[in-house]
């Protein structure tokens, strides 16, 4: 069974710093994309960032390219989303999600791509 479980999310003050985790099991990262959403209140979920650790494609949204970085260690099935220089406007709920995607396909930041979603974590920044 495919289950994705993020952590690390919390309050901190603007200019600082948090690093997500998600955690995969029952498959392994070589095979998937890991993509990183969220979704703030009364907006659309957006594509944050998003890896394939196998063919090495990583890919940012133009909001967070230079604060957030995407990286993974295979070893323990896990992807991390390291957030610099958090602004207000980055509160939302933060989700991972997975799709199998052969290596050369690259990542996508659409969320229909997806099809398995951990269950969220919040992160606030305050100002």
């Known amino acids: 069974e495919v289950q994705l479980v993020e952590s690390g999310g919390g309050l901190v003050q603007t200019g600082g710093s948090l690093r997500l985790s998600c955690a995969a099991s029952g498959f392994t990262l070589d095979y998937y994309a890991i993509g990183w959403f969220r979704q703030a209140p009364g907006k659309e979920r957006e594509g944050v960032s998003c890896l394939h650790s196998r063919d090495g494609s990583i890919v940012h949204t133009d909001s967070v390219r230079g604060r957030f970085t995407i990286s993974s260690d295979n070893a323990r099935n896990t992807v991390y989303l390291q957030m610099n220089s958090l602004k207000p406007e980055d509160t939302a709920v933060y989700y991972c999600?997975?799709?199998?995607?052969?290596?050369?396909?690259?990542?996508?930041?659409?969320?229909?791509?997806?099809?398995?979603w951990g269950q969220g974590t919040q992160v606030t920044v305050s100002s």
């Open positions: 999600a997975a799709a199998r995607r052969a290596s050369g396909h690259g990542c996508s930041r659409l969320a229909h791509e997806y099809g398995y």
